[in-house]
């Protein structure tokens, strides 16, 4: 079974609206961490915002925010405002356990382009 | 001042070559790790080290092979390249207490 499923291979947001990038995930684990990364087309990775399963609240990170919903095992990305530099592919990673060097798993990613 | 640096950041070669790429953190993390990007975009571990010991080492061809001289550098070699290496190797390194991995820029590696 996918350890982290982002449905939308694809998404169009018009300028200055909000949008919202889904990544469902699964584990057994009840400590795992759940992270966003951006990577615009020159292809570096860079990381966004990150939501531990004990945290009470959903995490914000500026005009990026974490839609938590632990029951439902989905940690879904709303970017507020989008501007023309948000587009770029977007993934969802989980960390499963505690402890050191515990790699990340990514979901298949969800391109997002924002239309002027 | 760049975290986490890898070089080169292109690497075209022929099949059967062997080649390394470098990867270097100024964070002062303990654990570093190589990922790789296929074609499609879909990233996967490779390797993890944490102050020199490699911790995870997935299913990856013993042609690839990892080399952590201090806990700020994992080099990644890689022995009688195949068509099917080339990707983008992305090093990261993380710290045990803190969660975020940040990654370097990758290495676009071509095996012609």
């Known amino acids: 079974a996918q350890k982290i499923t982002q449905t939308q291979p694809g998404m169009f947001v018009q300028e200055k609206e909000a949008v919202t990038l889904d990544c469902t995930y699964d584990?057994?684990?009840?400590?795992?961490?759940l992270f966003w990364y951006k990577q615009p087309s020159s292809g570096e990775m860079i990381f966004l915002i990150y939501?531990?399963?004990?945290?009470?609240q959903n995490a914000t990170e500026g005009r990026y925010s974490l839609n938590f919903q632990k029951a439902r095992k989905s940690a879904n990305l709303v970017i507020s405002a989008s501007q023309l530099g948000d587009s770029a592919m977007y993934f969802c990673a989980m960390r499963e356990g505690l402890g050191s060097a515990r790699q990340l798993t990514f979901g298949s990613g969800t391109q997002l382009t924002v239309l002027p | 001042d760049t975290a986490v640096s890898q070089t080169p950041k292109y690497l075209v070669t022929q099949m059967g070559n062997d080649k390394s790429i470098k990867c270097e953190q100024n964070l002062g993390h303990d654990t570093m790790y190589w990922y790789k990007q296929d074609s499609k975009k879909f990233l996967k571990i490779m390797f993890s080290y944490n102050n020199k010991e490699l911790i995870i080492n997935e299913t990856v061809p013993n042609r690839f092979s990892p080399k952590s001289p201090d806990k700020a550098h994992l080099n990644l070699h890689i022995n009688s390249l195949e068509l099917g290496d080339s990707a983008v190797y992305f090093c990261?390194?993380?710290?045990?207490?803190?969660?975020?991995?940040?990654f370097g820029p990758g290495t676009r590696l071509l095996v012609l």
């Open positions: 939501q531990g399963s004990y945290d009470q």
């Open positions: 584990t057994s684990d009840p400590s795992y961490g």
């Open positions: 990261a390194s993380s710290q045990p207490r803190f969660e975020t991995q940040y």
